[in-house]
């Protein structure tokens, strides 16, 4: 049984989840109206750097991700 098609994605990658997850324990408690009012354009702006990442910078540069590859 073998590991073909598994990302190993760069675990820079990684940073916009901890960030999100970070900030859904922690926001409400340091600024709960703000949080509020803003916390869609946090988790869409972050997820907008994840798929950036994805989509366009990982298919422009050779390493960024590998597929099915041991490293």
């Known amino acids: 049984m073998g590991h073909e098609g598994i990302i190993n994605p760069n675990p820079w990658s990684l940073l916009p989840f901890g960030v999100l997850l970070g900030a859904i324990a922690l926001a ?27 989509l366009g ?9 590998t597929w099915g590859r041991s490293m």
């Not at 910078?57 to 991700?65: K, L, N, P, S, V």
């Open 57 to 65: 910078g990982c298919t422009r540069r050779r390493g960024c991700c």
């Open 28 to 54: 409400p408690l340091w600024a709960h109206a703000w949080w509020g009012r803003h916390y869609p354009k946090v988790a869409f702006g972050l997820a907008a750097i994840t798929l950036t990442y994805y």
